[in-house]
């Protein structure tokens, strides 16, 4: 069963990211990124209210709050990341955060893959990193090579050893809950918290959701299908595991890219298509 959400957490994941890439052409990245969890909210309310609240444990609260300041101080990063540095400069160091995952689920979780696990991860981790890559960037070492001239880069490595956090306190959150109840208390939460910062990067937000509500709307939609999916796995399978099949979710961003955005299939997404299928393999038939 968690392989099924898994993969299906990777193709909202990719759902998600080709509608911001649309969204993104009519409204500010600020804006999209706060309407992303404020327009998730009354979805995963309506769940919850149709499979009843479950009263959450002591601990939920403390681990709610952590991942909470972990996911503000990540997307802020994220967000200037991406804003600074070119997204194929920083963009491959995402796929590190299944690797840094290893060491936080074994911490705060207690879960270590297995040989055939590790392997897997790994897999997946290269898959996605040289997806990343381009013939005019110069090689495999072009990432390494830019952190020396892009911020971005560095920054991107940081959000994903906070995500790697972030993720074993979302783990936490629903043992002590259930999935829909955290997910919904993280979005509620997040839009509160988020709310100033993106008025002061985009003050004209509200009247950029009036403009393209609907298209923000669906975006909330794909968003609490993701979430429902993700938290759902992570409660039944090792985080390093969902992370990473979810990372593998590239593969239905480069469907989608030739799809819809008629982007081309590159030596260099070739190999990666086979090192994350291979990867995911792995994972799926020997880490059970």
Known sequence: MWITLSVLTAFFYAAVGAWNKKITEKVNYHTATWSMFAFAVPFLAAVLLSVGVRRPETAFYPN?????????????????????????????????????????????LGEMPGAYGIAGIMLIVSGTYVMGMSRERRGIFAPFVSLRKEKGALLM?????????????????????????????????????YLPFVYVKNPGFIS??????????????LMALLFIC???????????YVISIKRAGMLFTLLFGWIFFKEKLTVYKTAATVLMLAGTLLITLKSR
């Open 208 to 221: 950029e959701i009036r403009q393209n509500l609907p298209a923000l709307g669906f975006l909330g939609f």
């Open 157 to 193: 490595i940081i959000v994903a050893f906070i995500w790697s956090f972030a993720v074993s306190f979302d783990k936490r959150s629903v043992l002590s809950s259930s999935p829909v109840f955290f997910m919904f208390a993280f979005n509620a939460g997040f839009t509160v918290m």
């Open 64 to 108: 709610c709050l952590a991942t909470l300041m972990l996911n503000m101080v990540g997307t802020t990063l994220f967000v200037k990341a991406i804003t600074i540095s070119p997204l194929s400069v920083v963009f491959p160091f995402l796929a590190f955060t299944p690797l840094f995952l290893i060491f936080t689920g074994f911490v705060f």
């Open 230 to 240: 993700q938290m759902n796995a992570v409660k039944l399978a090792l985080v390093s």
